[in-house]
């Protein structure tokens, strides 16, 4: 057996200016527990038989300024985990923010998105915008290189940012700037020759103009300088001296560029369109944002509007391909098209209708694509959904229709009787939703059926569900529900199977702090082939769960005016 036992402690955003009007001391809290039980005729193996939780949580607020506290214990973990301690302060005073701790702030896309653990301080004017960080952005990964079950390495990253706006939501300007860099003594030795320490800075801009009513024009671009291991020798250069107070340019070093830009336009007849371009150089990087994909170039077309106030369409099409500077043995382009229509019909009746479609090629790079091998697909997906809702004094109704053709289509003449990778998949789906009113129970009815075909092969499901939910007594703090299902699976000349299984729950309340539930499921799995040539497939799960929670509020400290008002 074993356990897993983690402490937490993080204060949230606290608004200076209202340290007066909070109450000095607020400890509230919950306590509780989760116990599942679980068989399967598989075998032990297969899932764990028992699982036992407890857990509290305490939330001390001392003039509205929230600090959470939590524990928790599991015998189901295979391992341990020390006790871990995450602080967050956020504190407000009119325009200004600060961030204490583990805190994140808005960069651009192409520069930031990590939290940072350190400090930080904002100010947002009606016009004027800016921000600056110092801190963490990843701790150190460093495991004893002797244990064969040791971690990946990672150096300490440190970063410093900084930001500046002007402007309003349909004129700005905003510029960025972030230097980040990992620290070397931060690793053991042993690990230094598998992993190189990397530094980077990087500046951006982003803005949006509206010169009229109906034209917006909005930009996002950056420049990324890196250097992928900080090892290296510096460059000995004028040029490169100009900037050693901020960056250390070295022979491991390089430029990269990313940005995008969109054209929005309010056409006649209420068409809103879009035209947008996106370009992000070969090995661009930011150490301050997680994987970005990177040696592509994008363009793209969108276009809605709305008819009679009832019907809405929208179109997108737009284009995609790598090898930037041609230096891959192929290249590869993506074409990305949808047509989306939904119509309201009366007071009762929608009706959505759309098609998605992609289509891959690939063309010579460095090398000549072979035709018998080049790839080139076409993916379609066709679909329509009609509803239908009425409602009565006694009863409501809903009732739900699906239709779903998708088509993955081998275009190369030269494969496409070779390889037989083509396939089809048709599925239809009904639902029915049905509220009894003088009982106030619901139930549901769903139906789905669907067919994937092949080369030499055919698959065919059929699934069936039913539904019904309730709650009781007179405050309808007593809520049950069960949901049966049935499902049919078969591969043409192969097997047939079929499984039944069944989900039931209650849960009470009782004066709002006492939380009881309980449910339980099972699933039951067989062959149906006449030959039973898949008995391997025959198995029962049952699952049965308890769990109980309790919400209190251990002290409180009110203002002197509350206490009078009451």
Known sequence: MSCTLMLTSVANAQNISEIAKSDPLIITGAVGTQNT??????????????????????????????????????????????????????????????????????????????SFNGIGLEYDGSRLHAGAFYGTLRNAVNDNPADPSARTPQFKRKAWGFKLGYGNSSSYVNLYLLRAYDCLNSVDEAWRDRISPEENILVGIKGCVTPVRWASLSANVATSVFSTDTRMDKIDDPKADKWDKVFDVRYSSLMRFAGDAT???????????????????????????????????????????????????????????????????????????????????????????????????????????????????????????????????????????????????????????????????????????LNVKPWEMDFSLTLSHQQTKGYNSKYRSEVASLGTSRSFLEDRNLHVSGTLNLCYNEVYRQSKSLSMGGDFSVGYTINKVHNLSASASFNKYGDVNISNVRSDLDCLDISCSLNYSYTFTLLEMKRKEKKQEN
């Open 37 to 114: 039980y679980h068989y399967t005729s598989a075998g032990d193996g297969y899932a764990s038989p028992m699982s036992n939780s407890v857990y509290a949580n305490v939330d001390i607020s001392i003039y509205g300024m929230s600090m959470p506290f939590s524990f928790y214990y599991t015998n189901d973990n295979t391992s341990f985990s020390y006790p871990q301690i995450s602080f967050n302060l956020t504190p407000q005073y009119r325009n200004w923010t600060g961030h204490i701790g583990q805190s994140s702030m808005e960069f651009s896309q192409y520069i930031l998105n990590e």
């Open 263 to 433: 054209l929005n336009l309010l056409l006649p007849f209420g068409i809103n369109t879009s035209i947008s371009y996106k370009m992000v150089q070969p090995d661009y990087k930011s150490l301050g944002t997680y994987y970005m994909s990177n040696n592509y170039q994008s363009l793209g077309v969108t276009a809605s509007t709305t008819l009679f106030k009832r019907i809405s369409l929208s179109a997108t099409y737009a284009g995609q391909n790598d090898n930037l500077t041609n230096k891959q043995l192929y290249t590869t382009s993506g074409y990305i098209y949808s047509a989306n229509a939904n119509a309201r019909l009366g007071n009762h009746f929608n009706l959505s209708a759309g098609f998605n479609g992609y289509t891959q090629r690939q063309s010579d790079g460095t090398s000549q694509v072979n035709d018998t091998s080049r790839v080139h697909r076409r993916m379609s997906s066709y679909s329509i959904t009609p509803t239908y809702m009425t409602e009565t004094d006694n009863f409501g109704h809903s009732i739900s229709l699906s239709a779903n053709y998708t088509e993955n289509k081998d275009l190369n003449r030269y494969t496409e009787a070779i390889n037989h990778t083509d396939v089809t998949t048709k599925a239809l789906g009904f639902s029915y939703g």
